[in-house]
């Protein structure tokens, strides 16, 4: 049939191809096509839907056609003779099929005469496959400077995916061009690298004099499927260019899609604590994201976090990867109970417990509370007043470090005698003792819910803390204008807790927000007492809220009042 009608032959092997039919059979006829000369004809044939096009290209190269050369050479032969402006709709068909079957290696040098080709069409579909396939940002770079909008918006798409200091400042002038196309696709790489320079620039773009560029910003914001910018989307919506209207519109559909699939996918935990906190300094937190068990971590982009002070969003910030301790040496002081049940600041170390790796050393250390000094106070009549906790002057042993779990919730679950509990400056100072040959950053977890005193050595033991490197994370039901100093001296933390119920998950997050892996740093804004993230990224969600602790003035020592 072939040798005598190959019209009638054509038409029944595209009839057999349309169907779908993915026999041995119809390989055999994808064999004939390309033994006949008529292979190109079919890939090109506008009868075919994209989905068959790429399924008889991924047969004929099952039958040993190098089918990314044949229309690779053949791209290059006809587009010497095409006219500068116009690509048939065979040709354009044929780029785009390249782009899905070449891996590149053997079809550049047909690559490199289409992109010397002067067809604007050719000439940038070649460009954008370079650059896939050889990443080059100075070659990208000298494509930046083409006329043509189309060969500087696939250079700059080329680079999708490629991250370096060089290609990052490459997008970032990109993301200048006088082309709303060539700006958005730069934009757009930056925001996936996780550059947040594009979020601030996405929001200019949102509102540029042309229509054209707001059009591409809305586009782009859907893409990214970031909450972020829903307001800046509904604010387009009002737009009298329908143009603009209509992307917005599907942006925000978009948004909104992706937020119920990331949502519905899974939901992660977010860990977070603040660090030092100084007036008119930058905030600076940990910050961790997991999964519910903790098994997984979640990786971070600057563009997957989304910071919200009270109602307003934090415009301005840092997310920095950090190197986290390999080990960490921890000593948990607590007052001492009598009860059987654990106290809350018990459940919540258990709860850590269950989070502490192998090469974790902790210490239980609990303490017998101590009336505040030289306060006179009324009780039924009379007035009675303490004396100051005085500076031990026997040698101190210091706190049994172990990484043994099963020690440490037996030392969590029991009821400590009084007699061997210190008072509470006596557990600083044992804490300070421990061998220096213990590996791993050191931290004191620390709860009081009484003021604590100014001891006569306190600058002495503030000291000490600060040359042993211990940072200290306090956690009370009051005030505590003290023991917040020691806190800040130490580069640790001072929270305030409003209630019993929060001390448990307040302990488990102080030992969690240890290994986070990632620093905020944020400019603050005034009067913002509570901090909302957001970590929103493609596999899933979550998202916490804590409370911003009031600066302090930098000290090293506190006065009571």
């Known amino acids: 049939m072939l040798r005598d009608d190959r019209e009638s032959f054509y038409g029944a092997a595209i009839d057999l191809l349309r169907s779908g039919d993915d026999s041995r059979g119809a390989l055999y006829v994808v064999s004939i096509l390309a033994a006949g000369q008529l292979l190109l004809r079919a890939l090109s044939d506008p009868d075919l839907p994209k989905e068959r096009v790429l399924a008889l290209a991924h047969a004929a190269s099952q039958t040993g056609v190098m089918v990314d050369v044949v229309v690779a050479k053949h791209l290059a032969e006809q587009a010497r003779l095409l006219d500068d402006n116009v690509c048939p709709p065979e040709l354009q068909r044929l780029m785009d099929l390249l782009s899905h079957v070449t891996d590149g290696s053997r079809v550049l040098p047909f690559l490199m005469a289409l992109a010397r080709q002067p067809n604007p069409h050719l000439q940038s579909k070649a460009v954008l496959m370079i650059g896939r396939i050889n990443r080059n940002a100075k070659w990208v770079q000298s494509r930046l400077m083409d006329a043509d909008p189309r060969v500087r918006a696939n250079a700059v798409e080329a680079l999708w995916g490629t991250d370096s200091e060089e290609v990052r400042q490459l997008l970032r002038a990109a993301g200048h061009d006088s082309n709303n196309r060539v700006a958005g696709n730069a934009l757009m790489a930056l925001y996936r690298l996780g550059d947040e320079w594009a979020i601030a620039e996405?929001?200019?773009?949102?509102?540029?004099?042309?229509?054209?560029?707001?059009?591409?910003?809305?586009?782009?914001?859907?893409?990214?499927?970031?909450?972020?910018?829903?307001?800046?989307?509904?604010?387009?919506?009002?737009?009298?260019?329908?143009?603009?209207?209509?992307?917005?519109?599907?942006?925000?559909?978009?948004?909104?899609?992706?937020?119920?699939?990331?949502?519905?996918?899974?939901?992660?935990?977010?860990?977070?604590?603040?660090?030092?906190?100084?007036?008119?300094?930058?905030?600076?937190?940990?910050?961790?994201?997991?999964?519910?068990?903790?098994?997984?971590?979640?990786?971070?982009?600057?563009?997957?976090?989304?910071?919200?002070?009270?109602?307003?969003?934090?415009?301005?910030?840092?997310?920095?990867?950090?190197?986290?301790?390999?080990?960490?040496?921890?000593?948990?002081?607590?007052?001492?109970?009598?009860?059987?049940?654990?106290?809350?600041?018990?459940?919540?170390?258990?709860?850590?417990?269950?989070?502490?790796?192998?090469?974790?050393?902790?210490?239980?250390?609990?303490?017998?509370?101590?009336?505040?000094?030289?306060?006179?106070?009324?009780?039924?009549?009379?007035?009675?007043?303490?004396?100051?906790?005085?500076?031990?002057?026997?040698?101190?042993?210091?706190?049994?470090?172990?990484?043994?779990?099963?020690l440490l919730d037996a030392s969590l679950n029991k009821v400590a005698l009084k007699a061997e509990c210190p008072k509470f400056w006596a557990a600083i100072r044992r804490a300070t003792q421990v061998d220096s040959s213990i590996r791993g950053k050191r931290n004191i977890v620390l709860f009081s819910q009484d003021e604590i005193s100014t001891p006569s050595d306190y600058t002495e033991l503030a000291t000490a803390v600060m040359s042993c490197g211990i940072a200290i994370h306090g956690l009370s039901l009051i005030p505590n204008r003290t023991m917040d100093s020691l806190c800040q001296a130490s580069q640790g933390s001072f929270q305030l807790l409003s209630s019993e119920d929060q001390i448990a998950p307040a302990v488990e997050q102080i030992y969690l927000s240890l290994m986070a892996r990632y620093l905020v740093k944020y400019q603050p804004t005034e009067e913002a007492r509570s901090l909302r993230m957001i970590v929103n990224t493609p596999p899933g969600w979550g998202e916490t809220t804590i409370d911003i602790p009031q600066p302090v003035s930098p000290r090293t020592a506190a006065n009571t009042e």
């Open 202 to 406: 996405l929001r200019k773009m949102a509102v540029h004099e042309s229509r054209l560029f707001r059009a591409t910003a809305a586009w782009v914001m859907g893409e990214t499927g970031d909450p972020r910018f829903t307001k800046a989307l509904a604010r387009m919506i009002g737009e009298p260019n329908p143009t603009v209207r209509a992307r917005a519109f599907a942006a925000l559909g978009r948004i909104r899609s992706l937020i119920i699939q990331a949502r519905e996918a899974q939901e992660w935990r977010v860990i977070s604590r603040f660090q030092r906190i100084r007036r008119n300094d930058w905030r600076e937190l940990h910050l961790e994201a997991t999964s519910q068990d903790g098994h997984d971590q979640v990786k971070i982009l600057p563009t997957h976090l989304i910071l919200i002070a009270d109602a307003g969003e934090i415009s301005s910030f840092s997310l920095e990867e950090r190197q986290v301790p390999r080990s960490l040496a921890i000593t948990f002081l607590y007052p001492r109970s009598s009860e059987g049940e654990p106290t809350p600041f018990q459940q919540g170390a258990l709860h850590a417990l269950g989070w502490k790796r192998p090469a974790d050393q902790w210490a239980i250390v609990p303490f017998v509370p101590t009336p505040q000094p030289n306060r006179q106070t009324s009780l039924a009549g009379e007035k009675i007043e303490f004396t100051v906790e005085e500076t031990p002057t026997l040698e101190l042993a210091a706190p049994q470090l172990t990484a043994d779990s099963t």
